[in-house]
């Protein structure tokens, strides 16, 4: 089991810029990526940013391209979400995952953490 906790969200203005880290902790051998999601009111559970638990590989959604930046600190067992300009449409509950190799999916998630861009 691996269990994920969020941290980081708040009121930002349009503009802004946040840093959302996951913590992550138990079985983490048992994963080989972490993503970001992101659910608006209304709206479907959209995939942000990914990386590798244990290599650099990074995948972002266009409309974060050149905004948003995913790290990983393998010390501290800790994914980061560096977000910047940030626009009224960032506005979203954010989650951490881990995906599990054996089975291919996103099987662990954390609690999310509110994001909410003023205009």
């Known amino acids: 089991q691996v269990r994920l906790v969020e941290s980081g969200g708040r009121l930002v203005q349009a503009g802004g810029s946040l840093r959302l880290s996951c913590a992550a902790s138990?079985?983490?051998?048992?994963?080989?990526?972490m993503g970001w999601f992101r659910q608006a009111p209304g709206k479907e559970r959209e995939l942000v940013a990914t990386i590798g638990w244990s290599s650099d590989s990074t995948y972002y959604i266009d409309s974060v391209v050149g905004r948003f930046t995913v790290s990983r600190d393998n010390t501290k067992n800790t994914v980061r979400l560096q977000m910047n300009s940030l626009k009224p449409e960032d506005t979203a509950v954010y989650y951490c995952a881990a995906r599990r190799v054996i089975t291919n999916d996103y099987a662990y998630w954390g609690q999310g953490t509110q994001v909410t861009v003023s205009s």
């Open positions: 138990g079985r983490t051998l048992g994963i080989d990526r």
